[in-house]
């Protein structure tokens, strides 16, 4: 039976309703946001009431993208589930190199011991400490995608290493993958490394591809069978092409079940909660019009609704044994 895992437990993927396919509901105090304070989204009343909002425009699940050691806390995105209603998907995986320090255990780690690490996030429940201590208190709260991230340079080798345990991972649990794109650069490479692992493409969505202002390109990342998140729409600058709107003309059409939508608002700056703008409600409002005005209101189902329930189920394989090892994992 296929599942969605959300920090709350495991429902049928026909429960997700209109889905958020990329966010950051939660950034705790960490080596991202000392560099970078506009990231900071720790208050739980705030970030209830912008979460409560989209709830009340019809959202109804929203998958956060701030994986391991930079940022997450599991327990407080389990505690705005709960005060909302909105189901959320918790993450596992590792972000850009640049939101850790460079002594980071990440680095230390070999492509068995993250693939443990991630297992341990999804089978058993995510570190309450978040791998910021020497304990671990593994919390009822699972892991419900693996992510990964790359920039505008080629893949390093420790990035292949972070590639090859997340498709281990993702392969032994049926666990989705979402990636970080940067500008959308090296996509068709993500996407060309996940089928040589032997990634289930279907379950695999590379995000910010829209930010890649080249329909040509889009397409042939699309052709691939990955899926993609779109999400730079309200960030064009009305003197601007919308991009964004750009690709989902051109390439809807031809692609209606591999392109999803959300809105990676990883600034406060972003939030009406925190005094900014446009809001979380963004994608359920201005940009639910647009599609009208864009002529591709048909999409709304596909884009909120049919492709991130298909994306984000999780189908383990029936042969796959449980894993042992995962149980053993100490972060050190």
């Known amino acids: ?38 990231f900071l989204l720790n208050d739980l009343a705030k970030i209830s009431e912008e979460v409560q909002r989209v709830y009340d425009a019809g959202g109804r699940t929203m ?85 990964l991230a790359t920039g505008d340079e080629p893949f390093t080798k420790h990035q292949e290493t972070v590639f090859r345990a997340v498709v281990n991972a993702h392969r032994e649990t049926g666990i989705p993958i979402l990636t970080h794109t940067n500008e959308g650069k090296h996509a068709l490479a993500q996407a060309e490394l996940f089928d040589k692992l032997g990634a289930d493409l279907q379950h695999v969505v590379l995000s910010h591809v829209d930010r890649y202002k080249d329909i040509a390109y889009n397409r042939a990342v699309l052709q691939t069978g990955v899926r993609v998140e779109y999400d730079s729409g309200f960030r064009w600058k009305p003197e601007q092409q919308n991009w964004t709107y750009t690709l989902l003309q051109a390439l809807l059409p031809e692609f209606p079940d591999q392109i999803t939508v959300g809105m990676d608002a990883a600034r406060n700056t972003y939030w009406q909660s925190y005094g900014g703008k446009p809001g979380l409600t963004w994608l359920l409002t201005t940009f639910r019009d647009d599609l009208h005005r864009l002529d591709l209101a048909d999409y709304f189902q596909h884009l909120f609704i049919d492709t991130p329930k298909q994306l984000y189920s999780c189908n383990p394989t029936p042969s796959a044994p449980p894993s042992s090892a995962a149980t053993r994992f100490r972060a050190g």
């Open 1 to 38: 039976m296929s599942f969605v895992r959300t920090v709350l437990g495991d429902i049928n993927p026909e429960q997700l309703g209109i889905t958020y396919s990329h966010e950051h509901v939660v950034i705790d105090e960490s080596f991202p946001t000392r560099g970078n304070p506009d």
């Open 63 to 147: 998958v956060d993208a701030m994986p391991a050691n930079c940022g997450r806390n599991v327990l407080k995105l389990a505690e705005v589930s709960r005060r909302t209603g909105m189901q959320i998907l918790a993450p596992t995986g590792l972000h850009l190199e640049m939101y850790y320090p460079p002594d980071h255990w990440r680095y230390r780690y070999s492509e068995d011991q993250l693939t443990r690490l991630f297992m341990a996030d999804i089978e058993e429940g995510i570190d309450a400490f978040d791998y910021s201590r020497p304990v671990i208190e593994r919390t009822p709260h699972k892991a419900g995608l693996i992510k």
